[in-house]
């Protein structure tokens, strides 16, 4: 995944946006001001997404190239190494489980907009 990739995937998630909240070279996706992946700009190396605790560590069982978070809760975020192993499809479902946590924990009201704005 390139992060041109990324980036359209993220904001093509329903009431996504970007925003530079740590400085210049963090770039984090948010949902309901709520972020769900974050990356380096600069390097592109990996990205952080937001996972269950108990499949965060499947995950880093199965996949050499998923780690606990970078610089985030190691019990609720995993940085996934990109170029290291995961296919796109597998890259793009643990953001979207990312995303889909983070909008579970919405507001109610919140969460209906999106699912409206998602058909």
Same mark, same amino acid.
């Given at each position: ?37 974050? !990356?380096?700009? %600069? ?12 499949? @965060? $560590?499947?995950? /880093? ?25 995961? !296919?796109?499809? %597998? ?12 909008? @579970? $924990?919405?507001? /109610? ?11």
């Amino acid at each position: 995944m390139h992060i041109e990739e990324f980036r359209d995937f993220c904001l093509s998630l329903p009431g996504a946006t970007e925003e530079l909240p740590f400085g210049p070279d963090t770039l984090a996706f948010k949902v309901g001001g709520k972020i769900f992946a974050l !990356t380096n700009l %600069q390097t592109f190396a990996s990205f952080n997404v937001k996972c269950d605790p108990e499949l @965060a $560590a499947e995950l /880093r069982e199965q996949y050499d190239c998923v780690r606990p978070g970078f610089h985030q809760n190691k019990k609720h975020w995993n940085t996934i190494l990109v170029g290291s192993g995961a !296919t796109l499809a %597998q890259q793009r479902q643990w953001i979207m489980h990312s995303y889909q946590l983070v909008v @579970a $924990a919405l507001p /109610r009201a919140l969460r209906a907009e999106l699912a409206e704005a998602a058909e």
